[in-house]
């Protein structure tokens, strides 16, 4: 049976939701909440999660399979059925991805890092190519420049595809997309768009008012959440990457560019009863016909992990074709598709057509 065999670089409710949907699709006979059922062949349940790595001390040491379920984990648990998976959670780098104010929170919320363990690029590299993983996630919380950087380093030296779903830009700079095309390596990012997610409803709603002859003079995008991403992003030094990932991937749809002072896309406010309830209020002002005033007000509330694991899934098993037709670089479509900060934007039904064109080129699966 073909395998993909996946890294993980954090193992928080994003990974945990990922972990989970393998085993949920494995036991159902439903293709209910996936984008694509088949991939170049794979199925969700073709994906294995052979290396995993993480800081907090409360994850490192245990099987992949306890650590998704561990605090401060979470997210709505909707497969509990997790086998152990053979694969122990390793100490990974810690660099930027630990904000100080993460080691501090009450209640299980924050991050519980063990000062005296690190682990080196050396560690890292060897513990991917033992593992045989062909492909790393990297789900470092927003602000983990340099951990990321370090990551995709370690990518490039145990020659795996990535799928980057943070906001530190590697697929769409030039000079990191250049390292994965000359290492023969595909790679997917920046910053995942989840399924039904803030991204895609606030750039579907503003391409319609494009359509529509409606031109938008005011936008906000105000998200709240309890989750850890929430919680770590509450140090605004961190945000400077997300913030522009996101607004960038609405001002890319918009028939005029907004200034600065009429379009707010970011985090707004930590939650902490919320946990991985994801709540976005969205407000697009216009004019209509006859310079007519309207406005659309809008409340989306999505359990963020598993919106995001939808699209992860994909990007993932896009990725692995990449990979078995030796195609190198950024993937353009597929990344336009599932990221909100790709390197070309494209309206969402263009990019959905791309990555469904770049599926449906031959398979070499399908052609043995
Ligand atoms: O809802 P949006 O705007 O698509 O963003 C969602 C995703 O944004 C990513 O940056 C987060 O790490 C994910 O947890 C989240 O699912």
Redesign the pocket.
């Given at each position: 049976m073909a395998t993909i065999k996946v890294a993980v670089i954090g193992v928080g409710?994003?990974a945990s939701s990922l972990v989970q949907g393998k085993y949920h699709y494995a036991a159902s006979n439903t293709a209910h909440g996936l984008i694509h059922e088949e991939i170049g062949g794979y199925r969700v349940s073709d994906l294995e999660f052979v290396a995993a790595f993480d800081v907090d001390s409360r994850k490192v040491g245990l099987d992949l399979g306890q650590a998704i379920f561990a605090k401060p984990n979470c997210t709505k648990v909707f497969h509990a059925d997790v086998p152990a998976t053979g694969t122990i959670v390793k100490m990974g780098a810690k660099l930027d991805g630990v904000a100080p104010h993460m080691l501090t929170a009450a209640n299980d919320r924050g991050f519980e890092v063990d000062e005296t363990r690190d682990a080196t690029k050396a560690e890292i590299v060897q513990t991917i190519k033992d593992s045989g993983a062909e492909i790393l996630v990297n789900?470092l919380?927003?602000g983990s420049q340099d951990a990321t950087e370090f990551y995709m380093e370690c990518a490039l030296e145990a020659g795996v595809g990535v799928v980057n779903?943070?906001?530190v830009f590697i697929a769409s700079r030039p000079e990191w997309e250049k390292k994965f095309a000359d290492a023969g390596l595909p790679i997917i990012g920046d910053?995942?768009?989840?399924?039904?997610?803030?991204?895609?409803?606030?750039r579907v709603l503003s391409n319609l008012f494009k359509q529509r002859g409606v031109t938008i003079d005011h936008t906000y995008?105000l998200?709240t959440g309890g989750?850890t991403?929430f919680m770590n992003m509450l140090d605004r030094n961190r945000l400077s990457s997300?913030k522009e990932?996101?607004t960038e991937?609405v001002q890319a749809v918009l028939s005029e560019r907004l200034a600065d002072e009429n379009i707010h896309v970011g985090p707004s406010d930590y939650i902490p009863w919320l946990h991985d309830n994801?709540l976005?209020f969205l407000r697009l002002e216009g004019n209509l016909f006859g310079d007519v005033p309207m406005n659309l007000e809008l409340r989306?509330s999505?359990e963020?992990?598993p919106?995001?694991a939808a699209?992860v899934v994909d990007a993932i098993r896009c990725v692995k074709v990449g990979l078995d037709r030796g195609i190198a670089g950024a993937l353009t479509g597929p990344s336009a598709f599932f990221c909100?900060h790709p390197p070309e934007q494209f309206t969402d039904d263009v990019a959905a057509q791309m990555t469904d064109d770049f599926i449906q080129a031959e398979s070499p699966l399908a052609a043995e």
């Amino acid at each position: 049976m073909a395998t993909i065999k996946v890294a993980v670089i954090g193992v928080g409710n994003c990974a945990s939701s990922l972990v989970q949907g393998k085993y949920h699709y494995a036991a159902s006979n439903t293709a209910h909440g996936l984008i694509h059922e088949e991939i170049g062949g794979y199925r969700v349940s073709d994906l294995e999660f052979v290396a995993a790595f993480d800081v907090d001390s409360r994850k490192v040491g245990l099987d992949l399979g306890q650590a998704i379920f561990a605090k401060p984990n979470c997210t709505k648990v909707f497969h509990a059925d997790v086998p152990a998976t053979g694969t122990i959670v390793k100490m990974g780098a810690k660099l930027d991805g630990v904000a100080p104010h993460m080691l501090t929170a009450a209640n299980d919320r924050g991050f519980e890092v063990d000062e005296t363990r690190d682990a080196t690029k050396a560690e890292i590299v060897q513990t991917i190519k033992d593992s045989g993983a062909e492909i790393l996630v990297n789900f470092l919380p927003v602000g983990s420049q340099d951990a990321t950087e370090f990551y995709m380093e370690c990518a490039l030296e145990a020659g795996v595809g990535v799928v980057n779903c943070m906001p530190v830009f590697i697929a769409s700079r030039p000079e990191w997309e250049k390292k994965f095309a000359d290492a023969g390596l595909p790679i997917i990012g920046d910053d995942v768009k989840a399924q039904v997610g803030a991204t895609i409803v606030h750039r579907v709603l503003s391409n319609l008012f494009k359509q529509r002859g409606v031109t938008i003079d005011h936008t906000y995008q105000l998200n709240t959440g309890g989750n850890t991403d929430f919680m770590n992003m509450l140090d605004r030094n961190r945000l400077s990457s997300k913030k522009e990932s996101k607004t960038e991937a609405v001002q890319a749809v918009l028939s005029e560019r907004l200034a600065d002072e009429n379009i707010h896309v970011g985090p707004s406010d930590y939650i902490p009863w919320l946990h991985d309830n994801k709540l976005c209020f969205l407000r697009l002002e216009g004019n209509l016909f006859g310079d007519v005033p309207m406005n659309l007000e809008l409340r989306l509330s999505v359990e963020d992990s598993p919106n995001s694991a939808a699209v992860v899934v994909d990007a993932i098993r896009c990725v692995k074709v990449g990979l078995d037709r030796g195609i190198a670089g950024a993937l353009t479509g597929p990344s336009a598709f599932f990221c909100k900060h790709p390197p070309e934007q494209f309206t969402d039904d263009v990019a959905a057509q791309m990555t469904d064109d770049f599926i449906q080129a031959e398979s070499p699966l399908a052609a043995e």
